[in-house]
């Protein structure tokens, strides 16, 4: 199950728990709901968990007008590095819940703010839509920095749709992105070849290759990913063409939607002959 099926309400009142705990059932059946009526409460479970969106009311002390540990839970939030989307809750009227709002907005990047004296199941269940939406495009984001270094200065959509043609690939973009990062996105950044700007594409071998040096792990390699089916005649294609393969150790292979991927560790490569980074 993914980051994005879990949802976080932060709330000192037993009633308001529920009303968001229905809300959220009814709309997503399958998110995974945590609740936490206080402060220490939200921080253990942000400690184990990343959420996609979270409820946080802004006072955490019904007894206390003053308590604002709300703040600092999404403080929590943002401390740890998650792109959770936080909808701020206050049940407070008067001057101050304004400048609260907005401070939550600018400082915590809140997605939105919701008065508990005008909240309604629909209202929850929109917000609940909208953080889910605009977390998960954060995390695509996030996928595309694997695609976004071996493209070069090529337009990125004309790039993917060339790629995912040349190899065959079977899937969504968020699955292309996600296939690259999982082959070398632990190998980032990475630095061109001298003379190279992206990786080449060999639409006879159904192939994507280039060789990099990865300032990750201080040395050469060769990253490359195609159509399963031809993917080791292409490897051997493109080793009798450049030699580059011929002292190269495999350090990582994966296969997913009718693609193999391959990155090779190449022996002997000096840092001069690449980029500078």
Same mark, same amino acid.
């Given at each position: 199950?993914?980051?994005?099926?879990?949802?976080?309400?932060?709330?000192?009142?037993?009633?308001?728990?529920?009303?968001?705990?229905?809300? !959220?059932?009814?709309?997503?059946?399958?998110?995974?709901?945590?609740? /936490?009526?206080?402060?220490?409460?939200?921080?253990?479970?942000?400690?184990?968990?990343?959420?996609?969106?979270?409820?946080?009311?802004?006072?955490?002390?019904?007894?206390?007008?003053?308590?604002?540990?709300?703040?600092?839970?999404?403080? *929590? @939030?943002?401390?740890?590095?998650?792109?959770?989307?936080? !909808?701020?809750?206050?049940?407070?009227?008067?001057?101050?819940?304004?400048?609260?709002?907005?401070?939550?907005?600018?400082?915590?990047?809140?997605?939105?703010?919701?008065?508990?004296?005008?909240?309604?199941?629909?209202?929850?269940?929109?917000?609940?839509?909208?953080?889910?939406?605009?977390?998960?495009?954060?995390?695509?984001?996030?996928?595309?920095?694997?695609?976004?270094?071996?493209?070069? /200065?090529?337009?990125?959509?004309?790039?993917?749709?060339?790629?995912?043609?040349?190899?065959?690939?079977?899937?969504?973009?968020?699955?292309?992105?996600?296939?690259?990062? *999982?082959?070398?996105?632990?190998?980032?950044?990475?630095?061109?070849?001298?003379?190279?700007?992206?990786?080449?594409?060999?639409?006879?071998?159904?192939?994507?290759?280039?060789?990099?040096?990865?300032?990750?792990?201080?040395?050469?390699?060769? @990253?490359?990913?195609?159509?399963?089916?031809?993917?080791? *005649?292409?490897?051997?294609?493109?080793? /009798?063409?450049?030699?580059?393969?011929?002292?190269?150790?495999? !350090?990582?292979?994966?296969?997913?939607?009718?693609?193999?991927? /391959?990155?090779?560790?190449?022996?002997?490569?000096?840092?001069?002959?690449?980029?500078?980074?």
């Amino acid at each position: 199950m993914g980051s994005d099926k879990n949802v976080l309400i932060v709330e000192d009142e037993e009633q308001w728990r529920k009303i968001y705990e229905r809300a !959220v059932s009814s709309q997503q059946p399958g998110q995974t709901i945590k609740v /936490a009526e206080d402060l220490t409460g939200a921080e253990r479970l942000i400690d184990s968990t990343q959420f996609a969106v979270a409820f946080v009311d802004v006072g955490l002390d019904i007894s206390d007008d003053h308590n604002v540990d709300g703040l600092r839970v999404m403080q *929590k @939030i943002r401390d740890t590095g998650d792109d959770t989307s936080i !909808v701020v809750v206050t049940g407070r009227s008067g001057q101050d819940v304004l400048p609260i709002a907005r401070d939550a907005m600018k400082k915590y990047g809140a997605f939105d703010t919701i008065g508990k004296g005008s909240a309604g199941p629909s209202d929850i269940r929109r917000l609940l839509t909208g953080g889910l939406e605009a977390y998960r495009n954060a995390r695509t984001s996030q996928l595309v920095d694997a695609r976004n270094s071996i493209r070069g /200065a090529a337009d990125p959509m004309v790039w993917d749709r060339r790629v995912t043609d040349a190899i065959d690939f079977r899937g969504s973009a968020r699955d292309f992105y996600g296939l690259l990062d *999982k082959l070398f996105g632990e190998y980032l950044p990475l630095v061109n070849r001298i003379g190279t700007e992206q990786a080449r594409i060999d639409n006879q071998n159904k192939l994507v290759y280039g060789n990099y040096w990865s300032r990750a792990i201080g040395a050469g390699m060769l @990253i490359c990913f195609g159509a399963a089916e031809v993917f080791d *005649k292409g490897i051997n294609a493109i080793s /009798a063409d450049s030699g580059i393969l011929s002292d190269s150790v495999p !350090v990582k292979e994966l296969a997913s939607h009718g693609v193999r991927g /391959a990155v090779f560790r190449v022996e002997g490569s000096q840092r001069d002959e690449f980029q500078a980074g």
